[in-house]
């Protein structure tokens, strides 16, 4: 028997179905590989493979001919992978006045079809080697595209990790030197796209003056026509960790993945390295995000170590698996497992939002660590995805879950603009902070709580002549320092001079202060910087 196998080929042997489970997972991991951990797709992988054995040993129970089987199992595989895409295209179809769109309908439909597919497999006469040979192959290439893609992107982002060392601290004529006893906390809290005042007033039709005056009452100097350096989060904060513009910090920005290639240079940045050589204990605050998540910090606290129970008993779906969950027939299960109490799981929105409220609560109690501490904040609100009321209601955003600027949650809504509604909630929030971080304070700290970029609902990326560059290029950066330093503050300061402004005023460093600039790049081309700086003081920003 095996002779007569091997005489066959490797391509007589069935493989098909198995790829073919595999394939769906891949492809949508080459289409998100920025921004997933390579482990995140292994659970869904498992689980295909596991499901795909069991209808393959089902299926061959009826016909005792495991090539059939294959075949029927690969149809199966098929129908079942492409359910979530059907469903996303007709869910809003009415026929009649009935929405067809239902699970209901479509499920029914989808068995429908794997059955009358699968009886003509087992029943109708046809050369099964010829037949398997012939899906294997169409497999085997079907796969190859996203593996392909895969590890070119691995390759790529591989070669960025390992050249990227810290030769830039070479170019330093200077670092910080102050002894351990009088060195002040030092806290950046990066407010992922939280717009300056002037452009809440004018674009949101919203006051913010109650957060200014309340900063300022506090002691805080507030940059009231600050602007961002770049338009996008990666390319921001390893422009201010690194006190220099991109272009002298030696990263790839001709060809280099993004958001990867910054990967090292926010993570193991200048100030971060110059600050634990003098002694500092760095603490980071996870984000959720994998490029701001300093998991090697001195005390790394994630959503599981704020003495929330509840977080760590729920299973939490990754992001990447809600996408694979939208794509296929897992979301009819999924929800009405939900809908039964079946499970009790974190859809990865919730997750989120249990994500921010720990680094809010963290901020609160990080004061308790030892010191000096340089503390780590990317919080990615009042930025999308849009899960806190006003008050911080948890809402349900339906539809999957993206921390990308260009995902379903919308600026605008019904009830008025979710993203000014969870700015509210956040600004409180962050009020809160402060007041407990200053009040637990020995020595008074240094705090900067910048955003990365503002708002963008305009949501066009190819003319920077548009509102959009004028409303996401302005930035709240606000800045609580010790009085002796706060004349070296200035209203048009951007974030790639504040840690220069920092270490100069508290560790007698002579960093020269940049010229201010803005840079615009749409995702398309990231690296295709234009100065915008005429655009936002054309107009009066």
């Known amino acids: 028997m095996m002779s007569v196998e091997k005489k066959r080929g490797f391509l007589a042997i069935a493989i098909h179905p198995f790829l073919f489970a595999l394939y769906p997972i891949l492809d949508l991991a080459s289409k998100n590989a920025n921004e997933i951990r390579i482990t ?33 199992t690969s149809w199966i595989v098929i129908i079942f992978f492409s359910y979530g895409h059907v469903y996303l295209s007709i869910k ?52 190859l595209i996203p593996v392909i893609s895969i590890s070119s992107f691995w390759i790529r982002s591989g070669s960025t990790f390992i050249t990227g060392n810290l030769t830039v601290l070479d170019n330093r004529n200077e670092v910080p030197k102050t002894g351990i006893g009088s060195n002040p906390d030092i806290y950046y809290i990066i407010l992922d796209g939280y717009g300056r005042s002037d452009i809440l007033d004018k674009y949101f039709n919203t006051q913010n003056d109650e957060f200014i005056d309340f900063l300022e009452d506090r002691g805080f100097i507030v940059a009231r026509n600050s602007t ?20 002298d910090i030696q990263v790839n920005l ?11 240079r926010m993570k193991n940045s200048f100030v971060r390295t110059a600050l634990e050589n003098i002694g500092y204990n760095t603490i980071s605050l996870g984000s959720g995000w994998k490029y701001t998540q300093w ?38 299960l999924f929800d009405f497992m939900i809908a039964t109490n079946i499970l009790d799981l974190t859809a990865p929105s919730y997750n989120h939002a249990d994500i921010v409220l720990a680094q809010l609560s963290n901020l609160r109690s990080v004061g308790e660590l030892p010191g000096p501490r340089f503390v780590f904040a990317h ?35 019904q009830d008025g603009s979710p993203y000014i509604n969870q700015l509210i909630f956040i600004t409180a929030q962050i009020e ?35 509102n959009y560059i004028k409303q996401r290029m302005p930035i709240l950066n606000a800045y609580l320092l010790p009085e002796s330093c706060r004349p070296t503050i200035y209203s048009a300061i951007s974030p790639v001079n504040s840690f220069r402004v920092v270490f100069n005023c508290a560790f007698d460093t002579d960093y020269e202060i940049l010229p201010d ?24 920003l």
């Open 40 to 72: 995140d797709p292994l659970r869904s992988i498992a689980i295909s493979i596991i499901g795909t054995v069991m209808v393959f040993i089902i299926s061959y129970s009826f016909s005792r001919n495991w090539r059939r089987a294959a075949l029927v």
């Open 254 to 264: 001709k060809d280099g993945q993004y958001p990867s290639t910054f990967l090292v």
């Open 517 to 540: 600039r803005s840079y615009f790049s749409n995702f398309i081309s990231i690296y295709d910087f234009q100065n915008v700086d005429e655009i936002l003081q054309e107009a009066g």
């Open 295 to 332: 998991d090697d910090a001195d005390y790394y606290l994630d959503h599981t170590s704020n003495g929330n129970g509840d977080v760590k008993t729920r299973i939490v779906l990754k992001p990447f698996e809600d996408l694979m969950l939208n794509v296929s027939a897992g979301r009819a």
């Open 379 to 413: 919080i990615i609100s009042p930025h999308r995805p849009f899960v806190f009321g006003p008050n911080g209601e948890r809402l349900d955003r339906g539809g999957y879950f993206t921390l990308a600027d260009t995902g379903n949650d919308t600026y605008e809504g």
């Open 432 to 466: 809160e902070v402060v007041d407990e971080i200053i009040s637990n304070s020995q020595i008074q700290p240094i705090i900067n709580i910048p955003s990365d970029y503002g708002p963008n609902s305009a949501g066009v990326w190819d003319d920077p002549e548009v």
């Open 92 to 143: 809003n179809i009415a026929v009649s006045g009935y929405t067809i769109g239902r699970h209901r309908f479509l499920l029914l439909s989808s068995v429908a079809l794997a059955v009358l597919g699968g009886l003509a497999i087992f029943k109708f006469e046809y050369d099964e080697i010829r037949i398997t040979r012939v899906v294997n192959i169409i497999a085997l290439f079907t796969i």
């Open 228 to 247: 961002a350096n770049y338009a996008h989060t990666a390319l921001s904060l390893a422009s201010s960790l690194n006190i220099n513009y991109l272009e």
